[in-house]
């Protein structure tokens, strides 16, 4: 009888203690490469398959992590390390150029269990800037390190630095080339010339949930624009009592809106769910001013939202329970 | 009859229209020199008017934009542009030394009305950043611009470039070289390091409400790093439908609690009052983490919360109603 007690004890302490109330062993990451609208005549099938064979190996990444029973954070950092490496996307590897022809590169990551957040804008010459955001958050005492002084954090940190060339991109080049042909005479931009920024959110089996983001930003950018991606509260948020949020869009609406914040703070004052919290802000307030974009997010209980306002997100996911999503259209 | 109707229309127009449902030409103006422990029986009388001399004339330029109907936009960057200026605060002239010796300045503004922002981080010669701050508001499609960028769009701007030698003060300069006395191996600092932020919220004749806030940051800090000023959401935020904030404090906490638009969602998703949102987060998250700060906010009727969790912030606020208010201890 006593021991039988003292095995309940153990089994509640398991559940209640580091593994979080909700949390009975199961996972699940989200992962985004941008939101945009694109057509879909446009992408030939061979096009379409690699796009789908990165995210799968992004997802595989992470899910190799959280199955293992590793933490969100390692799982989010993971996916995302991948989608920078791949030219495809508007991160790391590819990332789109900026206005003197340069990269300039912004990330930022959130652990939700200990609402711990690191970040980088404007570097030009780390590999994987996600690594670095993580690094600020866990080896300073700051959450966002900017330009030259987050390049000199990383190199101390020993991080892979590159040559600024490593980030180059023959067809995002070009892009830059007909985005200053067709911009106007002030030099500015089209808000969808930034489509591809990455992300990722994860529950891991503990109940932790974590968030990543990491951007090139927007073609043509000048006068070191700094948007969403690396401002906690705009394109990354993680918060254990709500949800985990990654965004992609236009960026200066992300930051006038909090968006990642916002879905937190509708979950927590209103008592709304996920899909209804992520759905109200990308196709209510964003929707209606004509702003264009679309995030990922994941409820402590493993729900997931993948709400855009556009024609196509690069968004999949995968679950413990062997589910496996990816796509690129609204089917 | 038919005469008396219409004007009943004409003056529901009038307060239904360009004026807000809750504005009667009455307006407030609120503004704060930074939050911190000090220790009353270490400022000297004379020290101590200095700082109301300097608060007053914040509140008077404010004060007389509101008073002719001009609008709170141009009143909170009056009020700050006098607290940049003065060497008193950490702001502008008389901004925290950097590790390495120099000031980098960050500002941001938000209009409540239009729901636009417009902010600089690490810059280090521009006589005014809150003013730079609205222009990238107002003349770039942009929220954040940073560092050398941020410094070429605001001499395109035409605003009055400084020598770095301009914001040099002597006191800041010994602060910082105690501080590297005392520094840890780490080469890290006290979070109270930067104590001195400025700011200023507003509502206009007009009911809208507006936020600003500049600062140099912290003392010794490194690594281009960026705290909450110049961080839409964080430092600042501004919302005709709840509030206008602007915070001081140990930024890196005011990022990841996204505190000054915390408020505003506590405002409209719970249906808080700006008494009790502002104080649940300076003296309830922030407290019980040990985070010191304040913040002044003002909302759509014209009331006032001036929360901070520290034995002292330099505030005060003007009213429409002839009260004035300077403080600068709990008392």
């Known amino acids: 009888m006593k021991s039988g007690i003292f095995c309940v004890f153990l089994l509640v302490s398991f559940f209640l203690g580091d593994h979080g109330l909700f949390a009975q062993g199961h996972y699940t990451i989200v992962i985004h490469g941008g939101a945009g609208n694109v057509d879909r005549e446009r992408v030939p099938a061979d096009r379409e398959a690699e796009f789908f064979a990165r995210l799968n190996e992004a997802l595989d990444a992470g899910e190799a992590i959280l199955k293992a029973g590793g933490s969100s954070l390692d799982a989010v950092e993971a996916a995302v390390r991948i989608l920078e490496d791949s030219p495809k996307f508007n991160a790391g590897r590819g990332a789109v150029f900026t206005y003197g022809g340069g990269n300039e590169l912004d990330a930022s990551i959130m652990c939700g269990r200990e609402i711990a957040a690191g970040a980088v804008a404007g570097v030009t010459n780390v590999r994987n800037p996600i690594s670095t955001a993580r690094l600020v958050m866990e080896n300073s005492p700051h959450v966002l390190l900017t330009g030259r002084g987050a390049e000199q954090f990383a190199a101390e940190q ?135 974009g679309g995030l990922v997010a994941v409820d402590r209980d493993g729900n997931v939202a993948m709400p855009f306002n556009t024609t196509g997100m690069f968004r999949g996911y995968a679950r413990s329970d062997g589910e496996r999503f990816v796509r690129i259209f609204a089917d």
């Open 158 to 292: 020993g991080v892979e630095i590159v040559d600024p060339s490593y980030f180059f991109d023959q067809y995002r080049f070009d892009q830059l080339q007909e985005t200053l042909r067709r911009r106007q005479e002030s030099g500015y931009l089209h808000p969808d010339a930034g489509m591809g920024t990455v992300g990722a959110v994860a529950l891991d089996m503990h109940g932790n949930l974590a968030a990543a983001t990491s951007t090139g930003g927007m073609t043509a950018k000048r006068y070191n624009r700094v948007g969403d991606s690396p401002i906690i509260g705009a394109g990354t948020y993680a918060n254990n009592a709500s949800c985990a949020v990654s965004a992609t869009g236009h960026g200066e609406y992300f930051i006038k809106y909090a968006v990642a914040y916002d879905i937190s703070a509708r979950m927590l004052y209103k008592g709304a769910g996920l899909e209804e919290a992520a759905g109200s802000i990308i196709h209510g307030t964003l929707k209606d001013l004509n702003v264009s």
